[in-house]
């Protein structure tokens, strides 16, 4: 999927557990089939997983995790991970990884409006946190600091979308007003990969590494690259959202789109199969 990304496999995992946390040592380990891209997950028994930094890129997010996560837990209307132990460097691993609690619940294929008030809620949530010194965001700022590299990944994509239709939305949103406020906390990555779902219901959120103050527009991608047309109505109308914002947002639902297709669409069919669905909603939006 990268071209630096490590290897790892049950046997790694096995002896790193086995020495620094062998607590769990006797515990089962398996592969979960993912779709993320800088992670590897293995559950370790039925209540654990170990996540293993795919690429060096991908390191800064452990130290991360472990310092926001319990301050954002009780902040929030529904489970996020719990990290139960850092591990460090060893058995041929390179780099500090994780085992954290496993939340249940599957990945949602679309959203209908009971969803969408669920994730209306957290958002609302999000934004609402008030924790000092918060990092920047990973899509903090204007979506002018993203034009040359989205103008890049749609020029690379001439065959696969509409080109013409699609490079219009970006220039409409390009010109879209700032975010005039102060910056608010937000996740700043949420795909549809990253949320759990029991029964249709939001009962968790994951990967918070992006997390961080800037324009909360960023956190509305929800509403194109999951969100039915209805379902999408009763998101924006749950957190209120003027017309700015949500352009901003369906900016940056193209952005990452754009941006996920072009770097994914051979190594991640999971991925790229979200984009051309995310890209296609943004232009009948």
């Known amino acids: 999927m990268h071209a630096d990304e490590l290897e790892t496999d049950e046997s790694l995992v096995r002896r790193l557990v086995a020495a620094q946390f062998p607590q769990w040592a006797d515990l089962p380990i ?11 997950v293995y559950r370790l028994g039925d209540d654990l997983s170990v996540r293993l930094p795919l690429a060096e890129w991908c390191v800064g997010d452990v ?7 319990p301050r954002l837990a009780p902040l929030l209307p529904v489970a ?13 691993f390179p780099w500090p990884w994780s085992v954290c609690r496993w939340l249940p619940g599957g990945n949602p294929e679309t959203g209908d409006e009971p969803l969408a008030k669920d994730l209306a809620a957290f958002v609302a949530a999000v934004r609402q946190v008030d924790l000092p010194d918060g990092p920047r965001a990973y899509r903090a700022g204007p979506l002018s600091e993203v034009d040359k590299a989205t103008r890049h990944a749609i020029g690379r ?19 879209t007003p700032e975010w005039p406020g102060p910056p608010v906390w937000t996740h700043s990555d949420l795909m549809p990969g990253n949320l759990l779902v029991e029964d249709g219901r939001l009962t968790g959120v994951i990967d918070f590494a992006t997390a961080g103050v800037g324009d909360p527009a960023c956190d509305l991608i929800l509403a194109w690259n999951l969100l039915t047309p209805e379902a999408r109505d009763v998101f924006r109308a749950g957190l209120d959202v003027d017309d700015d914002t949500w352009a901003r947002g369906r900016g940056w639902a193209l952005c990452m789109a754009a941006g996920q297709l072009d770097y994914y669409q051979h190594t991640n069919q999971a991925m790229a199969a979200n984009a051309r669905h995310t890209l296609q909603e943004v232009i009948i939006a």
């Not at 130290?63 to 996560?69: F, G, N, P, S, V």
């Not at 994509?157 to 010109?175: F, K, P, S």
């Open 30 to 40: 398996e592969r979960f089939p993912s779709p993320g891209t800088v992670n590897a």
């Open 80 to 92: 996020i991970p719990e990290v139960l132990g850092t591990g460090v460097p060893g058995a041929g």
């Open 63 to 69: 130290e991360k995790e472990r310092w926001l996560l």
């Open 157 to 175: 994509l001439d065959g696969l979308i509409d080109m013409a239709a699609t490079t219009a939305i970006w220039e409409a949103a390009v010109r």
